[in-house]
Structures are given as structure tokens and as C-alpha cells.
């Protein structure tokens, strides 16, 4: 009999019965008995979500960081071709100096936006031998469904013990 059962809909499917947890994860399949069981949790990898987020932001802000200085260049550049130019090589200065201006507009047309970080998460089970982890999508719907079917292992661990 079957009392509970969630399913992420990306290849991650536990079900609850009496006496058992089972368990189709990504290539994988594996029946747990309830009595070895010592308790079941959800793990999110925060530590490596800061670490991609921290590496995000310090690819934005270097990529922020050529972009101006190539306005900065184009610009200065300009400048120094109307101060110091005579009249007649102005033109191909200041086109060149254009050029260097455009340059942080053609460099975000053709660059790809650093992924955004994903946070991991994981259905835990703590076994006597150790504890057991398996990935899944933790999407705004599944973490209800997800937060319900451990409500409900727990009322069966403590039903069964």
C-alpha cells in the first residue's frame, strides 16, 4: 500500500509504503526498508551556490570594468586628436576613436550572460552506514509536494519505531 509518493517530473521519483522507501533517481533505482532508516531531510548545497555567485558577480563586474575602459579610451582618445592633430588627420582620428567607443557595444552584442548559479538540492536519508543523498529540481510547486511527502515519512518512521 502506497501512502505517499513525489515525483519532480525530471527523472526523480520516491514513493512511501509500510515497509519500505522507494527510490528512481537519475539512472538509478533502490529499495530502502524503514527499519534501517534513521531519519529522512531535504540538503540544499548553499556553500557551493555562494561560491557560483561570488564567481557571477566578479565576471560582471570585470566585464563592467572593460566596457569602460574602452568608452574611457575611445573618448580620450578623440580628444587627443582634436588638441594635437593637425586639421587635415583629424578625421581618421576620430573615427579610430569611434571605433574604440563602439567597441563595449559590439562586445555585449556578441558576449553570452554568465549563467545565472542553480541552488542543488538533494532528498536525504540517513542510514546507520551513512548517510544517502539524491538530486533533485526543487522548483517553487515541487518544494511544497516535496516538504509534505517528508512530513509524511516521518509519521511513518514514528509509527513504525
Not at 515497509?19 to 527499519?35: N, P
Not at 570594468?65 to 580620450?76: E, L, Q
Amino acid at each position: 500500500m502506497t501512502i505517499a509518493e513525489f515525483n519532480d517530473n525530471h527523472g526523480f521519483n520516491v514513493k512511501l509504503t509500510n515497509e519500505k522507501i522507494f527510490i528512481d533517481a537519475a539512472g538509478s533505482s533502490e529499495t530502502i526498508a524503514l527499519r534501517g532508516l534513521n531519519g529522512v531531510g531535504l540538503y540544499d548545497d548553499l556553500e557551493k551556490y555562494n561560491l557560483e555567485l561570488e564567481t557571477a558577480k566578479g565576471d560582471k563586474k570585470a566585464s563592467g570594468c572593460i566596457r569602460g575602459g574602452f568608452h574611457i579610451f575611445g573618448v580620450a582618445y578623440i580628444i587627443f586628436s582634436i588638441s594635437y592633430i593637425n586639421s587635415n588627420d583629424i578625421l581618421t582620428f576620430v573615427l579610430i576613436g569611434l571605433f574604440f567607443g563602439v567597441i563595449p557595444f559590439i562586445y555585449d552584442l556578441f558576449s553570452k550572460d554568465a549563467e545565472k548559479p542553480v541552488l542543488d538540492s538533494y532528498f536525504r536519508l540517513m542510514l546507520s552506514g551513512g548517510d544517502r543523498k539524491f538530486p533533485f529540481n526543487k522548483s517553487d510547486e515541487t518544494s511544497v509536494k516535496i516538504a509534505d511527502f517528508i512530513n509524511k515519512v516521518e509519521d511513518t518512521l514514528t509509527a513504525y519505531k
